[in-house]
């Protein structure tokens, strides 16, 4: 890794050299691949002003995690087991910052990053990708809610629900920004409205509890390390947040809302507007870590990342996963058979019932919009785990599959997205028999695993592919590395000491 | 001069007032829902659903007259932990005392505020995103005649031509390295 005008030895260059960003014949050499020109970083937008990317990350991010593994697990063990919960969060919250760290510097994806460290990195999380994104669980939870609500089979709304979903995405140019406005506003009502019911219905002994709970390190009873409870909560710490994949995916969103040096690369479009998408560079860019004047303007990025990161991803994550877990306890105090249904694990049954116990401590008009919510969160992951699946696949498949770039990256967009649509569909149809919870607990397992790679990967691109003065500090390497540990230790511990995988 | 003000003050609260609305209107839908009688649910709707949609038409008060920034988090964080409570407060105490009964203020006055003001924080952020995405349309829409809009709306233009020039930039960039890029 070294920076140069003509070759690969050549020091980084003075803050003299650089004049004119486009004439500017100085690169900066990462791992293997091609060098990145040296061009100018972008002034940052005011830090604490606009609402982030990362609100979009945080909209996909709140799922079934927490609104029902986190609620079940404090109705099983107590609210004390939401420590685990904060950890979990606050981890992915210093990931967030470290993905971007990133993505910000260079306008490349993560997994560009990666293959700059070991090729055969990425393809792991190419193949990854398809392994546990191809099938439709995501989908599942937020159609059976609806099937409860019309009673329209949630197989129907999965099949038109993934169709409506491709069409949108293919006429993004129109159609995106409507979307993205409508579903703005459902996120808002939805935020709104949780908090809403959390204050009719919920008691200052539940949020204080839940909030103390949080605060309870190291408490673990004797049931939670059975072989029958400690998988579940390695789960639910993986679905603690953006889990999977989400968060490398969020390199992309950030590429594309121009964050960084993003802004020097081009947006993918729809299928339909594929033809004006102008042409994608074959690497990144880096900004000139010498000059003052660009690292003044690399903190004011750095800032408006931790504001989104901070107060909008962890701040947002924990209101909403409070409001669901104050809504669980209000649920099983009026009906006993949410517990039991919880500690039977079944989800469907469980959401049923805690529907039910608004119902009866109001009306069914209550419970009715509990299940919206519900729905509303599998609307939203599907939308976005749809589209960053596609965008994911598209960026590597680009760079990376020998041919490929005789398309257009919108082209290998649509491709992957219309790819996944038509496999979703024949699963929801003909697929495994043992429901959609089954498919979630395998969605589990792969996600814990590929959130410990990436982030030794992290640890690898940051500390190696970016200049010095960019680079991590001690401490975020040691919080990342904890990760590794964390994702891939409980995983195996699971594995080897219970033999069974998580769920 | 001073109604002329004091109406161009509002005309630019009315998006703050329509995010308070929404919020307040989800207010009453679920006090209606939580299977009251008609009638306590419609009270509900006043003294609840009213007071926050009041309250929002203040806040977008507040940014007119410029004493709160547009968009930024913190001020609304700290109005509806005060504003919140309080609206909650007054839902919970008089609904039964306006169907006819006697006031029922909550047990624990202290731990219900302090609950709702807890709650309130996600509020505030569901308000403040409906407000950011209302907001802006809103102001384009009266600037011509509304000079404390024509002022805030440059406040959004400027981040807007910001985010042009990025686009700008992206394009042109992308044209110069066409012959070089992949």
């Known amino acids: ?503 | 001069m001073v109604p002329s003000r004091i109406r161009a003050l509002a005309e630019v609260a009315v998006p703050a007032l329509a995010s308070g609305a929404v919020a307040g209107l989800v207010v009453a839908g679920l006090a209606a829902m939580v299977g009251q009688p008609v009638g306590w649910a419609a009270m509900s709707a006043v003294t609840l659903g009213l007071p926050i949609a009041l309250l929002g038409g203040g806040y977008g008060l507040l940014v007119a007259s410029g004493r709160v920034r547009l968009g930024v988090f913190a001020p609304a964080a700290v109005y509806w932990m005060i504003g919140f409570p309080l609206a909650r407060l007054l839902h919970e105490t008089w609904t039964p005392a306006l169907l006819g009964g006697s006031p029922a203020p909550p047990a624990d006055p202290w731990g219900f505020l302090a609950y709702q003001g807890l709650v309130s924080l996600g509020f505030a952020v569901g308000f403040v995103w409906l407000n950011e995405r209302l907001a802006p349309r809103w102001l384009l829409r009266i600037k011509a005649h509304n000079p404390i809009a024509h002022q805030l709306f440059h406040t959004y233009a400027r981040e807007a031509e910001q985010m042009q020039e990025a686009k700008q930039r992206r394009r042109t960039g992308a044209a110069s390295r066409a012959g070089k890029g992949g």
């Open chain 1, 1 to 503: 890794m070294t920076t140069s005008k003509d070759h690969p030895e050549a020091e980084f260059p003075d803050s003299a050299a650089q004049t004119a960003p486009d004439t500017d014949q100085r690169v900066w050499h990462a791992g293997g691949l091609e060098p990145m020109p040296i061009r100018k970083l972008p002034q940052a937008p005011p830090s604490v002003h606009i609402l982030g990317p990362t609100v979009f990350l945080v909209a996909l991010g709140v799922g079934m995690g927490e609104a029902y593994m986190w609620p079940r697990l404090v109705l099983l063990f107590g609210p004390e087991i939401r420590w685990l919960f904060l950890i979990g969060v606050t981890l992915q919250a210093i990931v967030l910052l470290e993905m971007s760290r990133y993505a910000m510097a260079t306008g490349e994806s993560i997994f560009m990053g990666a293959a700059r460290v070991f090729k055969p990195l990425m393809w792991f999380f190419f193949v990854a990708a398809i392994l546990i994104y191809i099938w439709p669980g995501h989908l599942s939870a937020g159609a059976l809610a609806f099937e409860s609500l019309t009673g329209v089979p949630w197989q129907v709304t999965g099949v038109l629900g993934m169709l409506l979903v491709g069409v949108v995405f293919s006429l993004a140019k129109v159609i995106y920004p409507l979307l993205e406005s409508l579903l703005g506003l459902l996120i808002g009502v939805l935020v709104v409205g949780t908090a809403v019911i959390a204050s009719l219905v919920g008691t200052w002994n539940d949020l204080s509890t839940t909030i103390t709970g949080m605060f309870a390190f190291g408490y673990l009873p004797a049931e939670a390390l059975s072989p029958a409870w400690f998988p579940v909560i390695v789960g639910s710490i993986a679905f603690a947040g953006p889990s999977g994949m989400q968060q490398m995916w969020n390199t992309l969103q950030l590429r594309d809302k121009g964050a960084g040096m993003g802004a020097h690369i081009p947006k993918i479009r729809g299928l339909r507007h594929a033809g004006e998408e102008e042409a994608m560079p074959s690497r990144g860019f880096m900004f000139d870590t010498e000059d003052p004047e660009e690292m003044q303007k690399w903190k004011g990025w750095r800032r408006w990342i931790t504001f989104d990161a901070i107060l909008l991803f962890w701040g947002i994550t924990m209101l909403v996963t409070i409001s669901f877990t104050i809504l669980a306890q209000a649920a099983a105090r009026t009906s006993p058979d949410v517990v039991t249904l919880l500690r039977e694990g079944e989800r469907e049954a469980a959401l049923s019932a805690m529907s039910d116990s608004f119902a009866a401590a109001g009306s069914p008009a209550l419970g009715g919009l509990f299940l919206g919510f519900i729905a509303l969160i599998g609307l939203n992951a599907t939308l976005g785990l749809f589209d960053s699946f596609s965008r994911g696949q598209a960026d590597m498949a680009y760079f990376f599959v020998p041919g490929a770039r005789r398309f257009k990256i919108s082209h290998l967009y649509a491709l992957f997205l219309w790819g996944v649509i038509a496999f979703g569909i024949v699963i929801l149809l003909f697929g495994p028999a043992d429901g959609p919870a089954g498919i979630l607990d395998i969605l589990a397992f792969l996600s814990t695993f590929a959130m410990g790679a990436y982030c030794v990967v992290l640890l690898l691109v940051n500390n190696r592919m970016l200049p010095k003065p960019i680079r991590p500090k001690l401490w975020t390497n040691v919080v990342i590395g904890f990760g590794a540990v964390f994702y891939l230790g409980m995983l195996f511990y699971s594995l080897v000491r219970f033999g069974v995988v998580v769920s």
